[in-house]
Structure formats: structure tokens, C-alpha cells
């Protein structure tokens, strides 16, 4: 299987693929997909793809283990001559197009589960009596969304994450002169000490409420720098990028759209008047270089593009990164003998980082769409068809992690993890994340011991979404080392 991704030609960005879910009650292994027949469907929505590089693995719904953490669950390797196809025969998705596929086999009006699809399933299947009303009813939630971006707003137009070279070569290019190893070495400092200072303000309670308090405040205050954006307004752009995201991660009432929509309208109309200042006025900060940047003879951005890259930007840095110092401090907390290891030895601290990321990934999958008809594990996804591509499943592959369940600060190779992804479509900000996960988790187990939930997480841990795996609250206590 690994020989699939020996040749560079094949990988042409970061959504690695795997094989289809394994379900017990189809017996034998089979690996089918929901509506496979049909293109443009979302394959298996609830549970997607197991993924990686050197080959997938399938998890086994056993009821055994449904109670157990995310992440925790039992993943069986590939059965013998199953194979994986080539990255190219994937194509990224935009973003609002899932979320047209999403509504097909989402959340009837007024039930309690999300619809889960069984093997062969139809829409009709999924949503049951009077299906066909609830997908319009869905289908009208989605369009109101884009009608109020059309009308008050800009429309997303593809640019980074929504698009394959060469087109996606541009937009990287710009970003890439911005998150630079230099540039990332030169912040560090100033990461180490607004750390720190966001420390101070709650070492000597003992407790904190660590989501708003630590894991928003850190990375959210640093972006905001970086953006061009006042990090005093942390609590605004959080509401931003929620309302960002919310139409590709779960199915929102015609109310829930509505406000997404107005909020998402909200802050196009802030950043366009930080734009026409930036134009006027560049500063040192990325907002000048994209309102800047084009080579001679090259138009600049549009407008309807500063606004997609900006997009991106404030989502990926106002969740996955408050999600991965969250679920960090959270595998603290539940293996306090690791943490002990990185005190005793501060060499540790890098595999730290890794671990947790593998362990836990922020980004827990994508979306792709397939470019030719692929055959995987004996079943045929249709050209056309779109996929859900699961990074954190593959950061549990067997294959590649020995004891993949396992929490382990010493674990050999832990930085091979995708939760950046792969390739040309691999995370922008990975070198600034990485920076910010040092410098917290170090100061964090340096200047804290005997941390502990002072409120029980809720069951489950994290909030309803089909990508991210978001940790609300946090309130922890804790004694203040010497």
C-alpha cells in the first residue's frame, strides 16, 4: 500500500485516503458506501473514511466500545490485498458545496439523531417518512444562506483550501511569505511572554476557566497581530468564525442560517473597511501583504477573494488551535504520569506536542471529491461522488502507530501524524501553531501540577460537528508550582 505514495506525482495535497466503514452487521468485511450509487453524494456522512499515507484502516462499530472518549475506540487493520488509490483521483471540495450534499442525508425536521444512514441507503431511507419534504425544507436552509451573502455581502469565491494547483499555487504563495521559519523564530519571544502573562492572570486562583480564559485568549490574541486585526475584539471574531463554520460542520434551523449568514455578512463588511485602510495605509501585518501582493502585469486580489483567504484565516485560527491546547490540556489531565515525564524532561516536550496532535486531532477530516471512478476495498465510488476524508482516523492507524490508542509522550515517529495534512494543501499556519503548543504546553507544566477538572466535562466531551471536535468549557483547578 505505501507504494501507492512513493511516486511525488501522486500526492497532490494533504487528504490522504483510506477505505470505507466497517460495520459489524454487514458481516465478512464488505465496505460499502450510503447512496454510492449516486454522484455527488456524501459517502457515509456520520462515520466517513479511515485514512492514511501508508494505507487506511476501518473502524469496527462494536457496542463494547461506544461509551469509550473520542479517539479511544478499537480500529482494525486492512484486510489482506485491500488497497488505497492514488491522492489524485481526489479533488478538494468547496466548502458551500458540502454543505448542499450535507442537507441530503442530515437531521429530519424535529428528530433527535442525526440520520444514520445503513448500507445502500437512499435519501428516503435516511430521513424516513416524508423525506423528500425535510431534504427541500433542508435544501431551502442552504440556499437562504448564499442568498444573504450574495445580497449583503460577497460571495465565497475559491482560493486556498478550495482549490487544486495551479490555481491553489497562487494564494499559497502569498500566505507562504508570511508563515515563514524565520518569521515564526522571531515571534517566539513575544508568543513565550504574552503566554506567560496570560498565566499571571490566574496562577494565583488556583482554577481557571481554561477555554476563554487561556485557550482562545493565546492563539486567538496572536492571530488577531498577525491578521492586522485588534486582538481586543477576541470575543468578536470567535463569533465570526463559529458563525463561519457552522454551515459545513452541522444542519442549522432556517433561524440558525439566517444568523450565521448575517454574521458572516457582519464581519465581510468589517474587514472591507481594514481593507480600503491597509490599501491606503500598509502596515506590517497580513491584511497590507494581501491587498498588495500581485506580481507586475497580475490584477490584484478581489475583493470576493480577501474576503475567502480572510475567511480561512480566522476560522483556522480562532478553532483548531484553542481545540488542540483544549484537548491538550485535557490528555494532562487524564495521563498525569505523562505530563510528569515532560517535567522531569523538558527534551520532551517537542513528542509532547506531536503526541497530542496524533492523539487528538483538531481537523478531524475533510471533505473530497472524487476525479474518475475509484474502486476501494471492492466497492466503486463514483466519479463525482464526494468524500469525507478522516485525518484523525489515520493518526490511529495501527499499521503506522504500534499501540495507536495509547497516549505516549515517548512514542517514536509521532511527528508522521496528518492532523496538518499532507502535501501542497498541508496547514499554512502549521510552524506558528507548533510555536504557540510549545510555548504553552511548557509554561503551562512548568508553572502548574495536580490539574484536575474542578467541573466534570459533559457527556460527550466535545460539541456536535462533522470536522472539528470543539471542547466548549473547561474549568480547571490546580496547584502553583515553586
Not at 461509551?67 to 478538494?92: H, I, K, S, W
Not at 448575517?262 to 481594514?274: D, P, R, S, T
Not at 499501540?403 to 515517529?413: I, L, W
Request: proline content about 6%; hydrophobic content about 40%.
Amino acid at each position: 500500500m505505501g507504494a501507492l505514495f512513493d511516486d511525488p506525482s501522486l500526492v497532490q495535497d494533504e487528504q490522504s485516503v483510506g477505505v470505507l466503514q466497517r460495520r459489524q452487521a454487514m458481516g465478512d468485511g464488505e465496505c460499502r458506501a450510503i447512496g454510492g450509487e449516486a454522484p455527488q453524494r456524501l459517502l457515509d456522512l456520520e462515520f466517513g473514511l479511515r485514512v492514511h499515507r501508508t494505507g487506511g484502516f476501518v473502524e469496527d462499530e462494536d457496542p463494547r466500545v461506544a461509551d469509550q472518549r473520542p479517539g479511544d475506540r478499537d480500529a482494525l487493520p486492512l484486510a489482506a490485498g485491500e488497497t488505497t488509490p492514488a491522492l489524485a483521483d481526489f479533488a478538494v471540495v468547496p466548502v458551500g458545496d458540502l454543505h448542499d450534499e450535507l442537507v441530503s442525508v442530515g437531521r429530519p425536521r424535529g428528530g433527535d439523531d442525526l440520520g444514520r444512514g445503513c448500507v445502500g441507503s437512499t435519501v428516503g431511507d435516511v430521513l424516513g417518512d416524508g423525506a423528500l419534504e425535510q431534504q427541500r425544507l433542508l435544501q431551502d436552509d442552504a440556499n437562504l444562506h448564499q442568498e444573504i451573502i450574495k445580497a449583503q455581502g460577497w460571495v465565497h469565491t475559491p482560493t486556498l483550501q478550495r482549490t487544486d494547483p495551479p490555481v491553489h499555487t497562487r494564494y499559497r504563495k502569498l500566505l507562504n511569505k508570511v508563515f515563514t521559519g524565520k518569521r515564526m523564530k522571531d515571534l517566539a519571544p513575544s508568543i513565550d511572554a504574552l503566554c506567560n502573562q496570560l498565566i499571571d492572570n490566574f496562577i494565583d486562583r488556583g482554577r481557571c476557566e481554561f477555554i476563554d480564559e487561556f485557550a482562545l485568549a493565546f492563539p486567538g490574541t496572536i492571530i488577531a497581530e498577525q491578521i492586522g486585526l485588534d486582538p481586543g475584539d477576541l470575543h468578536r471574531f470567535k463569533r465570526w468564525a463559529d458563525a463561519m463554520l457552522a454551515p459545513a460542520t452541522r444542519i442549522l434551523s432556517p433561524e440558525e442560517t439566517r444568523e450565521a449568514a448575517e454574521i458572516e455578512v457582519e464581519a465581510q463588511h468589517y474587514l472591507a473597511k481594514v481593507f480600503e485602510q491597509r490599501r491606503a495605509e500598509p502596515k506590517d501585518d497580513i491584511i497590507s501583504g494581501l491587498v498588495h501582493a500581485h506580481a507586475d502585469g497580475e490584477p490584484p486580489l478581489t475583493m470576493n477573494e480577501l474576503q475567502s483567504l480572510m475567511h480561512q484565516l480566522i476560522t483556522g485560527g480562532y478553532e483548531t488551535t484553542t481545540s488542540a491546547l483544549a484537548h491538550g490540556m485535557w490528555m494532562i489531565i487524564r495521563y498525569p504520569e505523562q505530563a510528569d515525564k515532560v517535567r522531569q524532561d523538558p527534551g520532551l516536550l517537542n513528542n509532547f506536542v506531536e503526541e497530542s496532535l496524533r492523539f487528538e486531532s483538531p481537523v478531524q477530516g475533510l471533505a473530497r471529491q472524487t476525479t474518475r471512478d475509484v474502486e476501494l476495498a471492492g466497492t466503486v465510488i463514483p466519479k463525482g461522488s464526494m468524500v469525507l476524508v478522516r485525518y484523525g482516523a489515520a493518526n490511529r492507524d495501527e499499521a503506522k502507530f504500534p499501540d495507536a490508542g495509547t497516549f505516549d509522550v515517548t512514542r517514536e515517529k509521532a511527528v508522521t501524524h496528518m492532523a496538518f495534512g499532507m502535501g501542497v494543501h498541508s496547514c499554512v499556519g502549521a510552524l506558528l501553531a507548533r510555536q504557540e503548543l510549545r510555548s504553552a504546553y511548557g509554561a503551562l507544566l512548568s508553572r502548574m501540577d495536580d490539574i484536575e477538572l474542578e467541573i466534570p466535562l459533559p457527556d460527550p466531551v466535545t460539541q456536535p460537528s462533522l470536522f472539528f471536535i470543539p471542547i466548549k468549557e473547561m474549568h480547571l483547578k490546580f496547584r502553583k508550582r515553586d
